[in-house]
DNA sequence: TTTATACTGAACCATGTGGTTCAGTATACG
DNA sequence: CGTATACTGAACCACATGGTTCAGTATAAA
């Protein structure tokens, strides 16, 4: 449960980069090595190999080397859990907000009639 | 665009953090003062004020000071793009995966007729 | 065997993070 | 008035992050 937790603290981590969401999104069009990636990201092959080993820790990549080349590709990983505190808090918030726009119109229903008693 | 991204950004590094989570689920059930979320987190009062600070800074959170007790609640933010980034990638997922699957079946395929033309 | 390619690790750097303490200020209460 | 409460800001701390350079190692190509 606390596991959970840290996973969930990681990939939130990962993703708050844009060049790794990036490295994600290329990594969705096909495989890539390092170089690939270091190249179309503008950047040392060492800043990119950091990268990858941050999504490769969250399980949002895994990488494989077969001679010189290290290929990445999307690993095992789908944001579920992620995704489920995304669209529960959603849900927390329109419930939130409903319960107070429920006390609003409480309000200006108390208002009215305090009008109604008592106008000026 | 950029300023989006950056947005992005900083909502998921506000999620990345379970006491900054914990925080917006708490605001979820009510309002709260600093004190109150202080004294729920076990953290002090000026730790607390830059948790609240971060979530502010992203819109998740909103706050208003009336004497000397400043109370938090939920944001307008209710983590749109943060969903469809997450959403968009889980499709990207499986479409990667479907391709993948295709690549094998092909293997297989071809494995299957060499093992016929040339049995061994 | 030489040379070029692809990666890797250590070390460094500036900046950010998550927390603290301490010393305030502003407001409410008696 | 004096005192307690609620917050705030500055300063500090240890450690993480996003990047670099430099000096390797391992493998492929000629």
Chains 1, 2 share one sequence.
């Not at 490295?23 to 503008?42: C, N, P, V, W, Y």
């Not at 789908?78 to 505190?85: I, K, M, S, V």
Request: hydrophobic share 40%.
């Amino acid at each position: 449960m606390v596991q959970y937790k840290r996973y969930v603290d990681a990939s939130f981590a990962a993703l708050s980069d844009a060049t790794r969401r990036g490295i994600l999104e290329r990594l969705g069009r096909s495989d890539a090595s390092i170089t690939d990636l270091a190249g179309e990201f503008q950047m040392t092959l060492t800043g990119m190999k950091k990268h990858v080993g941050v999504l490769e820790r969250t399980g949002l990549v895994t990488t494989e080397k077969v001679g010189r080349v290290r290929t990445c590709r999307l690993g095992p990983r789908r944001l579920e859990a992620e995704a489920a505190w995304i669209e529960s808090y959603r849900r927390l918030w329109e419930a939130r907000f409903d319960e107070l726009d429920k006390i609003v119109a409480d309000l200006k229903r108390t208002d009215a009639s305090l009008h109604d008693k008592n106008p000026k």
